[in-house]
């Protein structure tokens, strides 16, 4: 497990991720919707992105326990929800001055303990897509696996 995974692991285990090493992910559900939040390391440069995904258990789908990101329904990364999100990924920073670096590391952990993890919260709630079914799909986040009519039809039962 990286360094970053390492620091960013507690945040999301305090509020009842599970983690899955082989896929860099962190995963929470209940009985309608399974949240997925997977770790990735740019190729081109330092930092790392934060890949979200929403996946809606339905019909036939009712007793999934596991899914994988791509096969979410609604999909985004974080830098894109959060404009102003800096990622970075400490293990390649070790150069850099401590007290930037730590800088950097309290403000990531702060965005993702107070913006991240309480809206993902929200949308294991059925009732947040209902309220805000005309935010969904958007800029930031994607409709994926389904057609809108199957998404809106999804928040009607």
């Not at 209940?30 to 770790?39: A, P, R, S």
């Not at 890949?51 to 894109?80: P, W």
């Not at 947040?128 to 930031?140: I, V």
């Amino acid at each position: 497990m990286n360094n970053t995974i390492k620091i960013l692991d507690p945040l999301f285990s305090e509020k009842g991720y599970k983690f899955i090493k082989t896929k860099k992910t962190w995963v929470k559900q209940n009985e309608k919707i399974i949240v997925i939040c997977q770790y990735q390391k740019s190729r081109f440069s330092n930092n790392f992105f934060l890949n979200l995904g929403i996946y809606f258990k339905y019909g036939n789908n009712l007793k999934k326990k596991s899914v994988l990101l791509d096969h979410c329904f609604l999909t985004a990364r974080y830098d894109q929800v959060f404009q102003d999100f800096s990622a970075l990924d400490i293990e390649d920073n070790c150069f850099e001055d401590l007290d930037v670096l730590e800088k950097k590391l309290s403000i990531t952990k702060n965005k993702i303990r107070n913006e991240l993890l309480p809206l993902l919260d929200e949308m294991l709630d059925i009732k947040y897509f209902r309220n805000n079914l005309d935010s969904y799909p958007n800029e930031h986040w994607w409709l994926r696996n389904i057609t809108r009519d199957e998404f809106n039809s999804i928040l009607k039962e």
